[in-house]
């Protein structure tokens, strides 16, 4: 009986970014996102660092999601909308 390979693990870096925010903000830093680039590649590079594979690439900045999480963090850090 041959040995099975497990399925590789994903995880959505862009996840990895919103907690990684939210931990600063909650410690009163002021990050900010896309100034200094996309930080989904940075996270996406701590994943396979921890031997996850980035995935779930439905969930993007772009996306209409991620965008209402964002204006929810700017409005309660910055009170903008």
């Known amino acids: 009986m041959a040995a099975q390979t497990p399925e590789a693990e994903t995880f959505n870096p862009w996840t990895v970014v919103n907690l990684v925010f939210h931990h600063l903000a909650e410690a009163g830093l002021h990050p900010v996102l896309g100034e200094a680039g996309d ?3 940075p ?3 701590l994943l396979r660092a921890f031997g996850i594979e980035p995935g779930r690439n439905d969930e993007t900045v772009a996306s209409a999601s991620v965008q209402d999480e964002l204006a929810r963090v ?3 850090m ?3 909308a």
């Open 74 to 76: 700017r409005e309660k």
């Open 78 to 80: 910055f009170g903008e």
């Open 43 to 45: 996270a996406a590079a």
């Open 39 to 41: 930080p989904a590649v």
